[in-house]
């Protein structure tokens, strides 16, 4: 918390002992309303205002953010920059008194002062063309911008707030419309980078929508912004890093008094902690490192898992690469806290299905990731009354995210979890199990869709519909699990219908894409994709670490997927989405299939037909195949 700007002054042990030179080193006065946490302004007694020019650079604003008591100069460097050529043309002076001719060195120092000056002028004249040019070749570049989507549409993203796992997810504190910022001042034509104070308009994510002071009404200039970038600071930054406030171009002449309009406008306004920057960086560091060992959920066989090395770490987002895999082009992305990822060891310790690696010793640099940096999952008492083989219940299908299933516990495993088949579809060997823990938000008591009007998928080729489990679990003779075993917890997650979010499509967990929660039903969030089809849509838990705030990839350098083109729609190809739907029994990918569609996808470069299932809803759980013919 600052006091002032008392924290920014000069140490005057090494300063000149002329008066001039004592002055410009003095402390600093407050010449901005620093916002404390509180919400307290803290201000110094009125003085001298409006612009400026600096002596030494001739950087022109606001009178009040220069510096010595005379607001002689823009900056510190400046001022001792002044300060030390006029303590050599004191000697220089001093000399030519003394009737000794002044030496070659005296005269450049001399000049010096004017020198820097026009250099300075020079630089300040090259900036001014440089900038020209660079307007007059800009070239529009077509990208997807947040901002502009939200602008556009009147969209509201979901707050920092709801992602715990996500950077400041836990300590976002009461960031909202109307906390005012220091930012960089674009609508400026001077040299050097200078700031000026903005206000947040609107907030979706970590992105706000920025107006500068002094504004009012006058949207014309507003901006987006990451609130976690680098270039944003709490009111008062400026003066304790002796940067320059100067105001925007455009209503430079507003105001005479600028000083004297900021203490108003500032006066009770909330800022960022001035520890802001620090917590953002600290909430970027994540514990796994590269070459660490893991077991993960094999892609191609989910009742298993395989030992996979960490190839790269991306705002907690794990590349794995199978460590058999020798070109390293055999890999499954996850983030860190992906109930999908284990310790070495943890498959033997619950009797989960493991394939042993043909590599019989470690290579060289990899050691196995420590236990305690996995998410740790409740535990269960299975003493009493628990889960048992054959028991039914409706699960979300890991291989079509938008279904939810009736499905059989196929076995019982230590420490709380179940390997569960999907019925109708599962493998003769079981390779298609998959591993869910008994707490997990992914499995739901029998008659869980029913009540909630959601629509159950029913066992593949079952002819009885619409299906009722009364007559189902008569027919195979099974009883259902009960519904005290299951996980009934419900935070108060803060999501709303219609709120934005960038979401992993787990059907291809390499992209992450511009996303819409279109429903919620307790803690699970339906997630659609903008631009896509609803069959494409994904049950997803409102915890899961694979949603994520807007402004997350721009924040950690991830890449965006932005919503399909209007012609992707139109034609439902499958091409713009890098081949993200293609059939596929792997976990990365993709949907289950009960009828067949004719579709076309461009495969490097040339377009192929393949047959693609529609979904189960579209057939209504019909086993019959048909070829739809392309229009």
């Known amino acids: 918390m ?62 009040d953010a ?111 419309e109307g906390v005012r910022v220091e930012v960089p001042n674009t609508d400026c034509s001077l040299p050097t980078k200078v700031f000026w104070i903005a206000g ?54 507003k105001y005479t008094n600028w000083k004297a309009f900021l203490v108003k406008r500032l006066t ?50 794990l590349r794995l690469v199978y460590e058999e895999s020798e070109d390293k082009t055999d890999d499954f992305w996850c983030h860190m806290y992906s109930p999908l990822i284990h310790h070495i060891g943890w498959s033997r310790s619950i009797g989960h299905r493991f394939k042993r690696s043909d590599i019989t010793k470690k290579q060289e640099g990899h050691f196995d990731a420590p236990p305690h940096l996995f998410m740790k999952v ?36 230590a420490d709380g979890y179940l390997m569960i088949g999907i019925d109708g579809s599962e493998a003769a060997d079981g390779s298609d199990w998959f591993c869910y823990h ?17 629509e159950l998928t029913p066992p593949r080729g079952y002819a009885k519909l619409p299906f009722k489990w009364f007559d189902y679990l008569r027919e195979t003779d099974s009883i259902a699990a009960p519904v005290k075993l299951f996980n009934k917890e419900v935070p108060n997650h803060g999501f709303h219908v219609g709120m934005k979010l960038e979401a992993v499509d787990l059907m291809e967990p390499r992209l992450v894409c511009v996303a819409t929660v279109t429903r919620i039903i307790h803690r699970l969030l339906r997630i659609h994709f903008d631009g896509w089809e609803d069959e494409y849509d994904q049950w997803v838990d409102c915890e899961s670490p694979d949603l994520y705030p807007v402004g997350w990839c721009q924040l950690t350098g991830y890449q965006l997927q932005p919503p399909a083109p209007q012609s992707s729609r139109d034609s439902q190809s499958s091409s713009s989405k890098q081949k993200k739907k293609a059939k596929s029994q792997q976990y990365k990918g993709h949907k289950k299939m009960t009828s067949l569609q004719l579709k076309e996808e461009l495969i490097d470069g040339e377009e192929y037909n393949f047959l693609q299932g529609a979904s189960d809803q579209e057939s209504n759980g019909s086993a019959s195949y048909y070829i739809k013919q392309e229009p």
């Open 268 to 317: 009770g306004a909330k800022t960022l902690p001035p520890d802001f920057s620090q917590k953002v960086s600290e909430s970027m560091q994540y514990p796994f490192k590269t070459s660490m060992r893991v077991e993960v959920v094999d892609k191609t066989h989910l009742c298993r898992t395989r030992v996979a090395v960490v190839e790269s770490v991306i705002g907690g987002r």
């Open 438 to 454: 008994a707490t997990s938000p992914s499995i739901f008591p029998v008659g869980f869709c029913e009540i909630n009007m959601i």
């Open 200 to 253: 947040i308009i609107k907030l979706a994510g970590y992105n706000a929508l920025l107006r500068y002071e002094g504004f009012e009404n006058d949207s014309s200039l507003d901006f987006w912004c990451n609130i976690c970038g680098s270039d944003i600071h709490p009111v008062g930054w400026c003066a304790t890093s002796g940067k320059p406030l100067v105001p925007p171009r455009t209503i430079q002449h």
């Open 378 to 413: 409740k535990e269960v008492d299975a003493a009493g009354e628990w889960f048992k083989e054959g028991m039914k219940l409706e699960a979300i299908d890991p291989l079509n995210l938008s279904a939810i299933c009736v499905a059989t516990i196929r076995k019982v495993l």
């Open 2 to 63: 600052f006091d002032g700007y008392d924290s920014c002054s000069e140490d005057t042990s090494s300063s000149s002992s002329s008066d001039e030179s004592e002055e410009e080193v003095a402390p600093l006065p407050s010449s901005l309303p620093i916002i404390k946490n509180n919400g307290q302004v803290y201000t110094y007694p009125d003085g001298k205002s409006g612009m400026a020019t600096c002596e030494m650079c001739g950087m022109v604003g606001v009178r």
């Open 66 to 176: 220069f510096y010595s008591k005379t607001k002689r100069f823009c900056s510190v460097s400046c001022s001792r920059s002044y300060s030390s050529n006029s303590k050599k043309a004191s000697i220089l002076a001093r000399l030519q008194v003394a009737g000794k001719p002044p030496t070659k060195k005296a005269k450049v120092l001399q000049k010096q002062p004017l020198v820097a000056k026009l250099a300075a002028y020079a630089q300040y004249q090259a900036t001014l063309q440089n900038q020209a040019k660079t307007k007059a070749a800009a070239v529009p570049v077509e990208g997807f911008s947040w901002g502009n989507y939200i602008n556009s549409n009147s969209f509201t993203a979901a707050p920092v707030t709801c992602f715990k796992h996500a950077p400041m997810g836990m300590c976002w504190g009461d960031i909202s």
